[in-house]
Nanobody, 119 residues
């Protein structure tokens, strides 16, 4: 079974930083894409950032410059560095891994980690 284990969430003041980690149960090169999504209270899940096995990144436009996604293949881990946090960033952050071998897309999700930013 594919497992994604997240860590790094917590409570921070506005302007602070957090680094989230997501460790997969297999090589991250076995996935076509990995990334982060978040869900704020009362809202739907939204895209944050993705990274390819080759290191190409994509970000939600509103988060560019504050959030950085990275990967460490040796540790089967991706990260999300979050700087200059705002109360609006408060959400449950989910790690995602996607595999598209042919005509079927497989999506795997972590359990989520709570990020709370106080004002």
């Amino acid at each position: 079974q594919v497992q994604l284990v997240e860590s790094g969430g917590g409570l921070v003041q506005a302007g602070g930083s957090l680094r989230l980690s997501c460790t997969a149960s297999r090589s991250i090169f076995s996935f076509n894409l990995m990334g982060w999504y978040r869900q704020a209270p009362g809202k739907q899940r939204e895209f944050v950032a993705t990274i390819t096995p080759g290191g190409r990144t994509n970000y939600a436009e509103s988060l560019k410059g504050r959030f950085t996604i990275s990967a460490d293949n040796a540790k089967n881990t991706i990260y999300l560095q979050m700087n200059s946090l705002k109360p609006e960033d408060t959400a449950v952050y989910y790690c995602n891994a996607r595999n598209m071998p042919t005509m079927i897309t497989y999506n795997y999700w972590g359990q989520g980690t709570q990020v709370t930013v106080s004002s």
